[in-house]
């Protein structure tokens, strides 16, 4: 890995945002899902959660193509795993929903650990994820139309998510867990070496501070004889 290549990763997971996650509930166009991931990797969310109750909508392999390997796309099978994930990590659960509780985007405080939650493009969010959530928001509307496109709603809320953790100096406290930070480190700036531990379910080595690989002679002789 170059140093300039290592720069620039490093200075990317010192930014990402570990306790701000976006949640898909069953949005399935691949050019929303596109969207969306590179909006949640541009304003440095690491994790994106997707929910499914139909498997033939899943989202398809490179949906979000020169992202997914900086953003992590984790799948749940119904809604109780994603609700309970978030309520492990702490998370106020704010959906898009207009409601009469619902209040402006604007209003809700996202410097605090905080999942956004947008739902299937023709029928938005489900009633039991409604009922899930500690917030309702809407983008206000002063047209002739009613709703936004979910990827264009979404953008505008994480970028006001961005705007209130930039000035509460977010950006500037890495909080990305060691583990996951050499992860990303080992995949970015080592691509080749990283699928033939993959392949070959030999784990991933240590980097320096240099990212340089630090690895004994038995890991180099694992690579050595590994399944191409």
């Given at each position: 890995m170059s140093p300039e290549r290592f720069s620039r990763i490093s200075q990317l997971l010192d930014q990402r945002q570990h306790d701000l996650t976006l949640c898909l509930e069953s949005v399935h166009k691949n050019h929303?899902?596109?969207?969306?991931?590179?909006t949640a990797d541009a304003v440095g969310i690491h994790e994106v959660h997707a929910v499914w109750y139909d498997q033939q909508f899943r989202m398809s392999r490179g949906a979000a193509v020169g992202t997914e390997k900086w953003v992590n796309v984790i799948h749940h099978d119904g809604l109780a795993p994603a609700l309970e994930h978030f309520r492990a990590q702490g998370q106020q659960i704010v959906v898009t929903h207009l409601s009469p509780q619902a209040v402006d985007f604007?209003?809700?405080?996202?410097t605090k650990p905080t999942a956004i939650v947008v739902g299937q493009e023709r029928r938005g969010v489900t009633p039991e994820m409604i009922a899930a959530a500690e917030h309702h928001i809407m983008v206000p509307m002063v047209g002739m139309a009613e709703s936004?496109?979910?990827?264009?709603?979404?953008?505008?809320?994480?970028?006001?998510?961005?705007?209130?953790?930039?000035?509460?100096?977010?950006?500037q406290r890495p909080s990305l867990p060691e583990s996951?930070?050499?992860?990303?480190?080992?995949?970015?700036?080592?691509?080749?070496?990283?699928?033939?531990?993959?392949?070959?379910?030999?784990?991933?080595?240590?980097?320096?501070?240099?990212?340089?690989?630090?690895?004994?002679?038995?890991?180099?002789?694992?690579?050595?004889?590994?399944?191409?």
């Open positions: 929303n899902l596109n969207a969306l991931v590179r604007r209003s809700i405080d996202y936004l496109n979910v990827s264009v709603a979404a953008a505008v809320i994480l970028y006001e998510a961005q705007r209130q953790r930039a000035a509460a100096g977010c950006y996951e930070r050499q992860r990303v480190l080992f995949e970015g700036g080592h691509p080749i070496f990283a699928r033939l531990c993959r392949l070959n379910q030999i784990p991933y080595p240590p980097l320096n501070e240099q990212g340089e690989i630090c690895a004994d002679a038995s890991w180099w002789e694992q690579i050595r004889r590994a399944k191409r």
